[in-house]
């Protein structure tokens, strides 16, 4: 074994010495000097061909350029594909990454205190740390297919102050002379025949602190409105002609979540649901925001 190894490091050295010998017949005066001349000869010879065909030339580097950015561009473009696959579905559906809800198909609404339970009790287990990231989740109602009244449309025979401190003719109508409530059977909306200015809107409806923990919606920078405030797009608020400080009435049309109060209260029994379960609630414009995506809300 011994041997083997000085004759490994006997040929290592022969092939150094080799190599030493090359570079110092190779980094002579004449050979450097003879380098420089071809180098210098080269270069008055591409000047040369250069002005007799400057077009060529010009499009040759022109050529090289494009080809050198196009890759370059093209190699940045892949590898932030992922982030850009991901900012395109926060664009579309927002900022979180599992959504659950109740089954609408049975009119059922979904528990969210029995839910946390469960989350709270399933993570006990593990570490503070992980139960942590189990603790990432905010309840969210979202409503489709609702409408949005101004209220100075709303007169309909009354004055302003009644139209906000009492809204039952919003379900009644308003008691004509002889003592009576019209049945609004045009529409089955009274709404509709009182107020004359009116507009689809979509109600999202979630807690602003839980979400915030979570960062979803990382530029939402509103403050939290008060109860019975509400936050709308300048679309809305541009198509409703109001400002901040006025009122909106929103109307829900049939809203599933609040099937189970309902129940509670007798309204829904097993013999009998009525067809038309709609709510009428004043909302007072907090503050008129951008239609720009903040992440809170899906803007395709």
Sequence with gaps: MKNEIEDNLFILQERLALISNYLKSSFTKDNIRSFFQQYIRYFWYNLRETRKRKLGYCLGVLSCFVVVTTICISVTVFFQLPIIFLRLAENSNGQFD?????????????????????????????????????????????????????????????????????????????????????NCEKTRNCADDYCSLKTDVTIYLFDTDKEKEMGFGRIWNYPKPKPGEGIIDELLAETLGVKEGDTIYVYFVNPITMRGMWRESGI???????????????????QIIDIYDHGKYDVA
């Design 98 to 182: 599992m959504k659950i809800g109740e089954n609408s198909e049975y009119g059922t609404a979904m528990n969210y205190t029995q839910f946390k339970l469960n989350i709270q009790k399933g993570s006990s287990k593990l570490s503070l740390q992980e139960q942590q990231k189990y603790q990432l989740h905010s309840p969210r109602i979202h409503y489709y297919n609702s409408v949005g009244y101004k209220v100075e449309s709303c007169q309909g025979g009354l004055n302003l102050s009644e139209t906000l401190s009492n809204n039952t003719w919003m379900y009644t109508g308003v008691k004509d002379n002889n003592g009576n409530y019209p």
């Design 268 to 286: 829904i029994t097993e013999n009998h649901t009525p067809s038309r379960l709609n709510i009428y609630i004043p909302i007072k414009i907090a």
